[in-house]
């Protein structure tokens, strides 16, 4: 089946990725001299997994260059983009991607509702498009260490959040809200609410320690977000609200795993974390939490992630 080549390592399954992939370091490097040394390695036959987040573009010379080797399967993690601002813009992200529209090149999208519209957003071959669920970000030590609740709800992140709705949402709960976010700016927020950018450590306490973990999200036809910090709290049994956008419910089951409430509806966000907090509620929401605990890790690990990886790389089933 060829080498594996790879500039992603994967902490939470380190045996498996080690076992079939050669990590190529990135730390310090051009995209350029990236570029040159993964064709350098690339044979007939090789699979390449790149990063496929617009995030810095690192990894993209590598992929344009990449996809016109004859042989070599290039696979793309984590195409969650957006489409852009203008029809400027858009019209030259639109011709830089299609560049890569070739057989050998696979785009990797985290949910089957996006899978249906990648291709159309973007004029590409549908075909070319895999699904492949995002997994928890936690790591395997954090996964059997206790929680708690220290009676708060949690939200946090930046990506495609709709913090408007739920400040609006939770303005006199009577409940403590802290919300973790490195961009969000507001005057004048509710009494209740605090806002504050925290590092990863601190991101995780919170969630280990909030009552309820809200993630409110903005409906966007071209990407997804959020499935990191819903995962996160799931994995940990809290009880876990999203809004309904993009790919959310191939994650949650609405009232099995956690709540899924319509975006931009603060009424409705405001009724489900009612619900989620109430004494009377309080057995459904352990069971709520240990079935999302049991789901998340069943099917979103680390290790489930890297294996569909794996399999597209090596155009089959790992032996």
């Not at 590598?62 to 203008?86: E, F, M, N, P, Q």
């Not at 009577?174 to 950018?197: C, F, K, Q, W, Y």
């Not at 036809?221 to 994995?235: E, H, N």
Request: proline share 8%; net charge positive; aromatic share 8%.
């Amino acid at each position: 089946m060829g080498d594996l080549i790879s500039t992603l390592a994967f902490p939470g399954a380190p045996e498996l990725w080690g076992r079939y992939v050669q990590t190529v370091p990135t730390e310090g490097r051009s995209p350029l001299d990236l570029a040159r040394e993964l064709w350098a390695r690339a044979t007939p036959g090789s699979g390449v997994i790149l990063n496929g987040s617009t995030e810095g573009y690192r990894d993209w010379p590598a992929a344009h260059v990449l996809a016109r080797r004859h042989g070599v399967r290039v696979i793309l993690t984590d195409c969650t983009w957006k489409r852009g601002v203008g029809w400027g813009n858009r019209l030259l992200r639109r011709l830089v991607i299609q560049r890569l529209d070739r057989p050998n090149v696979t785009f990797c999208v985290l949910s089957e509702a996006e899978r249906r519209l990648f291709a159309r957003n973007w004029g590409l071959a549908r075909a070319q498009v895999a699904r492949t669920p995002w997994s928890y970000g936690l790591p395997a030590h954090d996964l059997t260490e206790p929680t708690w609740d220290e009676g708060f709800v949690f939200a946090g992140g930046d990506s495609l959040r709709d913090y408007e709705t739920l400040l609006r949402a939770v303005a006199g709960l009577g409940l403590p809200v802290r919300i973790a976010s490195r961009t969000l700016e507001v005057p004048d927020p509710p009494p209740n609410v605090t806002i504050r950018a925290v590092n990863r450590p601190e991101f995780r306490r919170l969630s280990r320690a909030a009552r309820v973990v809200v993630v409110p999200l903005q409906a966007h036809s071209d990407r997804s977000a959020g499935q990191c910090t819903y995962l996160d709290g799931m994995v940990l049994g809290k009880p876990v609200i999203a809004s309904d956008t993009l790919g959310v419910r191939e994650y949650v089951e609405h009232g099995r795993t956690g709540l899924v409430v319509p975006p931009g509806d603060p009424a409705a966000l405001r009724e489900a974390i009612a619900w989620a907090i109430a004494p009377e509620h309080a057995a459904e929401v352990r069971a709520m939490g240990a079935r999302a605990r049991a789901w998340a890790l069943g099917h979103f690990g680390p290790e489930q992630y890297a294996r569909r990886l794996l399999s597209l790389a090596l155009g089959g089933p790992i032996p």
